[in-house]
């Protein structure tokens, strides 16, 4: 039997509870790590508890993943292919295919994956402070598993989007990049999560803020539009605002993903380290914020 700490401050005795027994606060990301990782079963728990309450009180339940991103691929091809005739500009792939429905989904499936995670991560830390209040563990572990949750949820885009693609004959060994695009994403998103989760939780602005941003960055990110759309229409003018767009780090995470399931390239050395080594600096910057904030910020809401 070992004593657990309650917020009154009085003890409970109970073998059941011990994993909920309170740490020091971390302030750094290896102490954080290293407590999240006590509390590993915790946060596989809460990832299954979250994933079994995704879809509560729908009847179609999961059948939704798969039709959301059927339906927006199906939106924004009507009104940015059809109606305004984006299409045109987006150069063919290899054997002469040509299709915007494709090529909308080979972006949208490595923005997906950014967006999903460092909105959910940043929403609900506010949705555990009241659950750290009758017991503790690391303010991370419900973060870490509400980013798991999110991957799980994310990746049935990446099902969607390989059937898509095989069942029109244009599937090859390259659309494996996909799975590193959609880390590349992912990591960087958990990374922004984390840091804008300790400021919303003072600030309730900056969630509302954060979704008008990811809304712009959707329609400037080559999404819709290709790079070479970018470099006809600005030409030599607009030079920072022409290189803000086209050489953002975001924008070279979808053609990394692009250039393998539509385009049937390799991406090359220097696209891999560029983004590993900024995904990894934005989860440590994130993480390191949320780290040395996030304690504090629980205890005074």
Known sequence: MTATERPDGATDRSDDLTI???????????????????????????TKRELRTTYTRSY?????????????????????GVLLG?????????????????FLMSGIAVWGFFRMVSSKVLSNFMGTVRLR?????????????????????????????????????HLSIHALMLL??????????????????????KYRDISYLYTIGLRLAFYL????????????RFG???????????????????EFGRSGILYQQWPSL?????LSIFSIVTLFVGWTIFARSSADVAEGL
């Open 270 to 274: 220097g696209a891999w380290l560029y």
């Open 133 to 169: 209040r009758k017991l503790y563990f690391p303010p991370v572990a419900a973060a870490l598993s509400t980013a798991l949750s999110t991957l799980v949820e994310a990746s049935i885009l990446l099902v969607v989007v390989t059937l898509f693609f095989a069942a029109w004959g």
């Open 221 to 232: 990110l080559p999404i819709i539009w290709s790079i070479q759309t970018a470099e006809q």
């Open 60 to 80: 179609l339940g999961w059948i939704w993943s798969l039709l959301n991103p059927i339906a927006e691929v199906a939106i924004y091809s009507l009104v940015f």
């Open 86 to 102: 984006i299409d045109r500009d987006i150069p063919d792939a290899p054997n002469g295919f040509s299709s915007f429905p494709h």
């Open 180 to 201: 590193p695009a959609a880390v590349f994403a992912a990591t960087s998103g958990l990374g922004v999560g984390l840091a804008l989760s300790v400021a919303n939780s």
């Open 20 to 46: 909920f027994s309170s740490d020091s606060a971390s302030t750094t990301v290896a102490a954080s790590a290293k407590e999240a990782w006590k509390f590993r079963g915790f946060i596989s728990y809460m």
């Open 236 to 254: 030599d003018t607009a030079g920072w605002l022409k290189s803000l767009i086209i050489n953002n780090p975001f924008a070279a995470m979808i």
